[in-house]
């Protein structure tokens, strides 16, 4: 507690993170702004008087990071919020009711988008493959149940590049909406769980569709049980090498994309390259947004504020479609697909929205 609230007071609000905030940026509200979460957060954690105001502000976080990224200080304001979330329930003041809802529903159906579990492998091309493996292919909830083409493509994409892997019938949730909502008991819960299950089956490697499940388990399960016994890729790292190794470049372009990099790959672990490359590799020319890379803006969709805010991320999902002049966009994350898919789709654009592994698996087939 002292070290976040030595975080905390480093804030001298200069300003610069207003320059770059996406939720302050679509509200021009300041209590939506990383300052006000800053000066919230702080009263929370030293149990200080809250009002719903205040509890809004700290829920309408999207944890991308690009304040602290902005920062001269490099405060990282998404962990100070998401300590402050975990602080509130402390004091007996609960998660807004969307999130509520969404926890009771992904208890009641091991998932976090409220989708039927006897429809989980619908996303997959042919009959389960029982097979063992000590690598894992772990598709998530939004892969499985709702941006399917994910799943799919990823899965065919790792056959056709000859990858060892295996999937679970009974995958279930990273549980990384229990973090969103600051219900650090039930993730707690889920990570034990799913550490242990893929601890009897051996698996000592997992290659991940979504940057969510990447962060929750690299991040969240370690603060919770002190490490994690086996070790963790983004689908996206590990297919350079794979198309390296079996000689595939495709010389011509065959199709250009723009590429947008999701907040948990972008930040803050700098997954910038390997997308670009697999995409170039695939004979597939890379356009950029204004904004990339390090500075790569938000789809809306993060910590669950979607939920919580909805207008707020349709807002700044469709500031960054209007940046987008060379479709489809392409984004190696299933929540962003969703989320750009959805605001495309209720405007009636024309702007195709696909994840990844989808164009790279049409270049080599």
């Known amino acids: 507690m002292t070290e976040l609230m030595e975080s905390v007071e480093l804030c001298n609000e200069c300003g610069v993170c207003l320059q770059v905030c996406p939720t302050y940026n679509a509200t021009q509200d300041d209590n939506f702004s990383p300052i006000a979460r800053i000066k919230v957060a702080g009263r929370i954690l030293q149990g200080g008087e809250i009002t719903p105001q205040m509890v809004e502000s700290v829920y309408s976080c999207l944890e991308c990071r690009l304040c602290t990224e902005a920062c001269p200080f490099s405060i990282d304001i998404a962990n100070i919020v998401w300590h402050s979330r975990l602080k509130l329930r402390k004091r007996g003041i609960e998660s807004p009711e969307p999130h509520k809802k969404l926890v009771e529903s992904t208890q009641r159906l091991g998932n976090a988008v409220n989708g039927d579990p006897a429809r989980r492998l619908d996303w997959l091309p042919e009959e389960f493959p029982s097979r063992e493996s000590s690598t894992l292919l772990y598709v998530g909830c939004a892969s499985a149940y709702v941006t399917k083409d994910a799943a799919a493509s990823s899965y065919l994409l790792l056959k056709k590049l000859g990858v060892d892997f295996m999937i679970l019938k009974d995958e279930g949730c990273c549980g990384v909406i229990y973090g969103d909502a600051a219900r650090d008991d039930l993730l707690r819960e889920i990570a034990e769980e799913n550490v242990n299950k893929f601890k009897k089956l051996g698996i000592k490697k997992i290659i991940l569709v979504c940057p969510a499940c990447y962060y929750?388990?690299?991040?969240?399960?370690?603060?919770?049980?002190?490490?994690?016994?086996?070790?963790?890729?983004?689908?996206?790292?590990?297919?350079?090498?794979?198309?390296?190794?079996?000689?595939?470049?495709?010389?011509?372009?065959?199709?250009?994309?723009?590429?947008?990099?999701?907040?948990?790959?972008?930040?803050?672990?700098?997954?910038?390259?390997?997308?670009?490359?697999?995409?170039?590799?695939?004979?597939?020319?890379?356009?950029?947004?204004?904004?990339?890379?390090?500075?790569?803006?938000?789809?809306?969709?993060?910590?669950?504020?979607?939920?919580?805010?909805?207008?707020?991320?349709?807002?700044?999902?469709?500031?960054?479609?209007?940046?987008?002049?060379?479709?489809?966009?392409?984004?190696?994350?299933?929540?962003?697909?969703?989320?750009?898919?959805?605001?495309?789709?209720?405007?009636?654009?024309?702007?195709?929205?696909?994840?990844?592994?989808?164009?790279?698996?049409?270049?080599l087939s």
């Open 216 to 363: 929750c388990f690299k991040y969240l399960y370690p603060q919770l049980l002190g490490s994690v016994d086996f070790e963790l890729v983004h689908i996206v790292q590990l297919l350079p090498s794979l198309l390296k190794e079996r000689g595939i470049k495709i010389a011509q372009v065959v199709g250009e994309v723009t590429y947008h990099d999701p907040c948990r790959l972008a930040r803050p672990d700098g997954i910038f390259d390997e997308p670009r490359e697999v995409l170039c590799l695939s004979g597939i020319k890379v356009n950029e947004l204004p904004e990339n890379r390090e500075d790569a803006p938000c789809c809306g969709a993060g910590a669950g504020v979607r939920m919580v805010c909805r207008d707020l991320s349709l807002k700044v999902a469709s500031k960054v479609l209007d940046q987008v002049t060379v479709s489809p966009l392409v984004t190696a994350c299933p929540f962003c697909e969703f989320s750009f898919s959805y605001i495309a789709h209720k405007r009636g654009s024309d702007k195709k929205v696909v994840y990844i592994t989808e164009p790279v698996l049409q270049a």
